[in-house]
């Protein structure tokens, strides 16, 4: 039994570059449609349907919304599905995220808030650039092995802004 | 999910924690990422003429059983060759912090640091 393509659940070409409010209203649309409470008198056939759209669903859209997760699902539609536990080796840039979460480290230490919204300001803008270059090599088979490094380099980003997200709320409380 | 007592103690207190000049000609560099948990680990060695690890160090950002392993994998890289060094699996350093299945990458991630440190070593050495 196939399953359709993520994007194909949402009406939708398999693009990175995605309106995510639009994502995000198509979302609810359809999540309405299948919810289990809809089904609640039909019989059990029916509510297994219902339930297996809606978890599918939820898939996507989770896969979908985020840029790494959706990068590495584009990836492997077009070629072999990418690991998600891989050693990395890629130098400069490994060194140059011990570097920003020392940083990190140091204005956690000096619970200096506004240094936190500085960093958290140029980390989007270091993430706004990795995707736009992602956006412009993903699918072209020539420069997969950039778009897997590129993809991989979202991943860091993106656990990195959650860090951040983690210590604004301890320096909130 | 618990730790063993062996990844807390070397989480608690890490050993060989620092850095060392990577322009050294006598140190070699490993910096490895594993993406999927955002976690970076760079591992150097001193080596001495004799071809033996003098010392060797690790800085780890990361979870408790990566820095434990990465810990770990330092204490035992010194005092021995670069070729005996390069033996180490990350079974055996699995096997030691008594890592739980979904923490094995941890252990698979210093293996791979102690060979790009070894390699990096060997590179600038022209031993390659």
């Not at chain 1, 997969?144 to 380099?153: G, Q, S, T, Y």
């Not at chain 2, 999910?1 to 070397?10: G, L, R």
């Not at chain 2, 912090?97 to 070894?118: G, M, N, Y």
Request: charge should be negative; glycine fraction near 4%.
């Amino acid at each position: 039994m196939g399953t359709p393509c993520h994007f194909a659940l949402f009406d939708l070409q398999p693009s990175f570059r995605l309106d995510l409010d639009q994502l995000a209203t198509r979302y609810r649309e359809l999540a309405r449609t299948v919810h289990p409470d809809r089904f609640a008198d039909a019989d059990a056939r029916e509510q297994r349907s219902a339930l297996e759209k809606s978890a599918s669903l939820n898939e996507a859209y989770q896969t979908l919304k985020n840029a790494p997760q959706r990068a590495r699902y584009l990836l492997a539609l077009s070629g072999p599905e990418l690991p998600l536990e891989v050693t990395v080796h890629d130098p400069d840039f490994l060194m140059q995220q011990i570097q920003l979460r020392e940083e990190l480290e140091d204005l956690q230490d000096a619970a200096d808030i506004d240094g936190v919204l500085r960093f958290k300001r140029s980390l989007k803008q270091a993430q706004d650039e990795l995707n736009e270059s992602f956006a412009v090599c993903w699918d072209d088979a020539a420069r997969r092995e950039e778009a897997e490094r590129l993809m991989r380099r979202m991943q860091f980003l993106d656990k990195l802004s959650h860090e951040v997200r983690q210590l604004e709320e301890r320096l909130d409380d | 999910m618990a730790y063993s007592e062996k990844v807390i103690d070397h989480y608690e207190n890490p050993r060989n924690v620092g850095k060392m000049d990577a322009q050294d000609p006598d140190v070699g560099t490993g910096m490895v990422g594993a993406p999927a948990c955002g976690d970076v680990m760079r591992l150097q060695i001193k080596v001495n003429e004799s071809g033996v690890i003098e010392d060797a160090k690790f800085k780890t950002y990361g979870c408790g059983s990566a820095i434990a392993s990465s810990s770990l994998a330092t204490e035992w890289m010194k005092g021995k060759t670069l070729d005996e060094a390069e033996t180490i699996k990350n079974t055996q350093l699995a096997e030691e912090l008594a890592l739980p299945p979904v923490k094995i990458h941890c252990s698979v991630l210093a293996e791979d640091a102690i060979k790009a440190a070894v390699r990096d070593y060997k590179q600038k050495k022209g031993l390659v």
